[in-house]
Structure formats: C-alpha cells, structure tokens
C-alpha cells in the first residue's frame, strides 16, 4: 500500500473496488481482500478528513481570534 495516499487517489480507488463488487467482477476467493483492502481506503478517507476538519477548524479560530482583536490606533 502507498503510504502517502491522497484523499483522491484513496477514494477513486475505493470506487473501483465498489464498481467491481457491484458488477460481480470480483470472483469470490478475491472477494475477502477487496473488502479488506476498501476498509483500509476508507480509514485513509477519514484520517484525511479529519485532518482537513481539524485544520480548518484551528484556521477558523484563528480567523476569529484576529477578528474579535481590538484594532491599534495610532
């Protein structure tokens, strides 16, 4: 596994496992590691995520804090 997926590459190959399951392209002795390997992609999904939440939120803040700061007159 690429250790430094990025959220897109995660889900496009996430996608790719649900269309073939979803078609019946996968026959059943593969089938235990195609679902193996999407819930690896859907942890990789949700750290990103969560990242990007976590990220934003401090940004917010931040944004906030500068905001809500008295203005210097001079």
């Given at each position: 596994?690429?250790?430094?997926?990025?959220y897109s590459d995660a889900f496009d190959?996430?996608?790719?496992?649900?269309?073939?399951?979803?078609?019946?392209?996968?026959?059943?002795?593969?089938?235990?590691?195609?679902?193996?390997?999407?819930?690896?992609?859907?942890?990789?999904?949700?750290?990103?995520?969560?990242?990007?939440?976590?990220?934003?939120?401090?940004?917010?803040?931040?944004?906030?804090?500068?905001?809500?700061?008295?203005?210097?007159?001079?």
């Amino acid at each position: 596994m690429k250790s430094n997926y990025t959220y897109s590459d995660a889900f496009d190959e996430l996608q790719q496992i649900v269309s073939e399951i979803e078609t019946g392209d996968v026959n059943v002795d593969e089938l235990a590691d195609k679902i193996k390997r999407a819930s690896q992609l859907i942890s990789i999904c949700k750290a990103k995520l969560t990242a990007s939440e976590e990220e934003v939120s401090a940004l917010l803040t931040k944004l906030d804090e500068t905001d809500q700061a008295p203005l210097e007159s001079d």
